[in-house]
């Protein structure tokens, strides 16, 4: 009897200590821009203020040798993130979140660009997880910020 209550507590304590899985999001837009003309939109760090409807402002700055973008968001709320890796040559930038409203944590993200048939692609992808809500609405939550800002830079580099 001691025995399997032991043993119950040991799984119960194994998959509470079992990290969540990470979910991921991908969306991509096609633009009627040559790649260059696309990764000249999105490829400043903090240009993301110029062609995302949520944010407001955007301040650069630096902590520990790293770019920081601090976004202030229409409505209030701000977003801290880091940049982490950067190719211009590859036309793409990651980062992750380091402060947020949002209901993640463990959020990584890449943004780039890519030739494609009569334009570009721009892809946008996260990982993170949940947190303080149901992995479909943290899922629903960062996929409604990648619509709005690829449907935002789709109309801005139409031709």
């Excluded at 040991?10 to 991921?24: E, G, H, I, Q």
């Excluded at 821009?33 to 062609?51: E, K, L």
């Excluded at 993130?81 to 190719?87: D, G, N």
């Excluded at 009569?118 to 996260?126: D, F, L, P, Q, Y």
Aim: proline content about 4%; aromatic content about 8%; glycine content about 8%.
């Amino acid at each position: 009897m001691k025995t399997s209550r032991i043993f119950a507590a040991l799984v119960v304590a194994a998959f509470a200590a079992t990290p969540a899985f990470a979910l991921d999001v991908k969306k991509s837009v096609h633009v009627d821009a040559s790649p260059a003309d696309a990764w000249a939109a999105i490829g400043d760090f903090c240009g993301i203020a110029s062609w995302h409807p949520a944010v407001a402002k955007c301040e650069l700055s630096q902590q520990n040798m790293a770019t920081i973008r601090t976004l202030s968001l229409n409505g209030g709320g701000t977003i801290v993130e880091k940049q982490l890796a950067r190719s211009d040559a590859k036309m793409s930038y990651s980062y992750s979140i380091l402060e947020s409203p949002l209901p993640v944590e463990g959020y990584k993200s890449t943004m780039s660009v890519k030739k494609s048939k009569g334009g570009s692609a721009i892809v946008w992808t996260g990982s993170f997880k949940a947190k303080g809500a149901p992995d479909d609405k943290a899922k629903d939550v960062i996929a409604g910020i990648y619509d709005g800002g690829l449907a935002s830079l789709q109309k801005k580099l139409a031709k």
